[in-house]
């Protein structure tokens, strides 16, 4: 199973052909972000192209009509011919019935555009709980998920440790990660690399590399990897400057190296 590691544009300045061209000199294979605007569509399809860049498509609920923004995004996400798109889906706060609904819907467009969707594990939406993505994952056995622990951790306050049944299922149906380390009062550590962190880091890696090892033994041909930590905001930041604690590009690398020496032991 081959690993592959993409690139977020979330949080990242650069002009787009920058971006692209030291993502590639970094050993990105891909790039993950939402579908971009009118205006840079060409020149974003013309340089996944000259780069050989898979792209992984974001997209995120949101109105009064979630099913019906979620087809028109997922469509229109569908058009870059996506590797998955990964969606952040309906909203918290909605009973088991609503979200049912919701998925069952989007279980259809999934089918019709033909394109995996991988539903993140986000706060804020319906899937914000390891318990509320459980009954869910029960309830649609087809229904995927783009791992994110690192928002339980938030939520729960705690690195998991009495939710390892509802962990097992999710990991079951894990088909791409998101590597950022979370810890029990949010949902980014300033720096992984930190030995402050060493615990944290050592059990998200242990979540990925569980999923790694169902979807070598289901036969998966590739697994796919963003290590996306997050811009200020996400990352902690100085009191009165809101300057980064730490350089996102070089955390971001650091924590792509080190998942690929733990996959390498695979």
Known sequence: MQLKMFVSRWG??????????????????GMECGAPDESE???????????????????????????????????RAASFAPTIIVSHSSRHGLSFDENRRFFEKALLVEREIGIPIAHETHRGRAMFTPWTTAELLREFPELYIAADFSHWCNVCESLLDDQK?????????????????GHREGPQVSDPSAPEYAEELRVHLGWWMDIARRRREDGTAELTFNPEFGPPGYMPTLPHTRQPLADLWKVRLWMKRRFEQEYANL
């Open 165 to 181: 049944a509802h962990l097992d299922l999710a990991i079951s149906r894990a088909i791409h990660i998101h590597g950022r380390v």
């Open 41 to 75: 569509e060409a020149q974003f399809r013309a340089l996944l192209k000259e780069h050989r860049f898979d792209y992984i498509a974001q997209i995120h609920s949101s109105g009064d009509d979630l099913i019906a923004d979620f087809r028109r995004k997922a469509e």
């Open 12 to 29: 990242m300045s650069d002009p787009l052909p920058q971006l692209f061209a030291k993502s590639a000199e970094a050993g990105y294979e």
